[in-house]
């Protein structure tokens, strides 16, 4: 009697399978994604030894150095400001309002 109700109820047909389905899914993912991030780290594991980038101690950073070294290799004195050349239909794309259309009105 009390089977015969439970089987003809709606949660024990669909609500249970459905929640067994979504609980037994994310379990089988996590089982899955934890083996792929096993597989990775195994193959992310190298001796610091053999790295080519361990072998060469890298110098400490001075701001100060980087701005000196700047200076050598530009040549401020002989900047030239150049303007960049303009598409031949740039006129279709200013906005009206903005300061580009007011120099054109005049």
Known sequence: MLFNKLAESKFVNVGVPLICLVVGGSFGVSLLVDE??????ARQTVDEDTLPSAKHKSRQFSLAEELNRLRDHIDLNSYENKPVPRPENWEEYVLPGTAESEDRKQ
């Open 36 to 41: 792929r991030i096993r597989l990775r780290d």
